[in-house]
């Protein structure tokens, strides 16, 4: 799942400032409009989580592999177990894309006005810490747990720290972490954007060119190209861009073209996962859970859901990155050792129970004090970079 949040302020917490013609902003009702600053977006707090709760969902009561006769997780087939929570869990995948929109969205909105250096030291402070606490925990349960999971050389746990595992050839210790090599690789192509300083127009652009290259990259089989472009997450990711767009400038038909586009694009992907990958539901399902995401969303960006302020959205909101990084191969594990001790409906109730304490947890001890001690150390390593260069 995406890590959403960054440095200082949560990312859902940037405030919107008042933008102008002269920083890119469409001429007209958009560039004038009024900023809703210093207003959290709590509901997008609250839709992270529910999208994680889908996910975890999904694996544990969803999956093909769980609906199997003998399969090692359960015994026996998960839709005889529990039918009902087995045709809901099956559609949970989509809380993946979720995430990507939601990125698209935060990262825009967090990486308004800062430069190369902040946006670089806000992704590493988010990404690392629980990543890193995800990895040696869930290595520590596979040992304790055998036989649900292979368990990865020594060597191959260690170089999953770096998270570039997926693009070196390297198994993933869990296999959600599939979504972090897409995520790295948004990043490292708004990185541009950023570098150029973000603006309405550039944005938009960004949108457009990216968009076009993952439509191509395919039929032009250049897995280098296809490998850049992104072309399975793409257009979740820039519906999420022209999302924010939409939230800081206003609509226009040129965002809601693009967000059409992407629409249109995301209901093909899901369509190609289903048919590939997931094998437990169909595409009308998913499509219609898609839409009225986008839907929802939409409302969102144009301010419908600002009067929604619980606080313990935020705390809602911070579970979510810990939680879809420890749930899926350690928590499968556990499920498989502890099957037979309750109802299986509660058990699955316990285990995502479980994960969401220990998400705290992680979040409190792991997350906080390690991304503080990694920020000072990156704010004074780039410093004495500014100090060198000035002295030759």
């Given amino acids: 799942m995406p890590p959403l949040t960054t440095a200082g302020p949560p990312a859902a ?9 002269d920083q890119g902003a469409p001429a007209g009702k958009g560039a004038d409009r009024a900023p809703r600053a210093g207003r959290r977006l709590y509901v997008i707090d609250g839709i992270r989580l529910v999208a994680a709760l889908m996910v975890a969902l999904h694996h544990y009561a969803g999956t093909e592999r769980v609906d199997r006769p003998g399969n090692v997780i359960w015994g026996r087939p998960v839709g005889d177990l529990m039918p009902t929570v087995h045709h809901l869990a099956a559609y949970g ?41 995800a990895v040696l925990f869930t290595t520590g349960v596979l040992v304790a747990v055998p036989g649900v999971w292979e368990r990865l050389k020594i060597r ?13 050839g390297v198994p993933n210790v869990d296999g959600v972490y599939w979504t972090l090599w897409s995520e790295l690789r948004f990043y490292l192509l708004f990185l541009v954007v950023v570098a150029m300083g973000l ?19 395919p039929a032009a089989d250049l897995p280098v190209l296809e490998l850049v472009a992104n072309p399975d997450g793409a257009w979740f990711f820039i519906a999420g861009l022209a999302l924010y767009l939409m939230h800081r400038f206003g ?7 693009i967000l059409g586009m992407a629409w249109m694009m995301g209901q093909l992907e899901l369509g ?27 409302a969102v960006a144009l301010g419908y859901t600002d009067r929604v302020r619980w606080k313990w959205l935020v705390t809602a909101g911070a579970l979510t990155y810990p939680l879809y990084l420890t749930h899926y191969a350690a928590g499968t594990a556990l499920i498989s050792r502890l099957r037979d001790t309750m109802d ?34 990156l704010d004074r390593s780039f410093t004495r970079l500014r100090a060198a260069d000035r002295h030759g």
């Fill in 13 to 21: 917490a940037v405030p919107v400032q008042r933008s102008s013609p």
């Fill in 272 to 298: 190609r996962r289903i048919d590939e990958i997931e094998h437990v539901s169909g595409w009308r399902g998913a499509f219609l859970v898609y839409t009225v995401f986008l839907l929802f969303m939409a």
């Fill in 156 to 168: 191959e746990v260690l170089f999953n720290l770096t998270m570039l595992q997926s693009g070196s």
């Fill in 199 to 217: 603006t309405y127009r550039r944005v938009v652009a960004f949108c457009c060119v990216w968009g076009a290259v993952a439509m191509l990259a």
């Fill in 344 to 377: 299986p409906r509660l058990l699955v109730v316990a285990v995502i129970a479980g994960f969401c304490v220990l998400s705290y947890l992680v979040h409190r001890l792991v997350e906080r004090p390690v991304a503080r001690g990694i920020k000072r150390g």
């Fill in 251 to 257: 609509p226009d038909l040129l965002l809601w073209g």
């Fill in 93 to 133: 995948w989509i809380g993946v894309e979720i995430f990507f929109v939601i990125s698209g969205f935060v990262i825009c909105m967090s990486s308004w006005g800062r430069s190369p250096r902040q946006f670089f030291v806000s992704r590493v402070i988010r990404l690392y810490p629980a990543y890193w606490f």
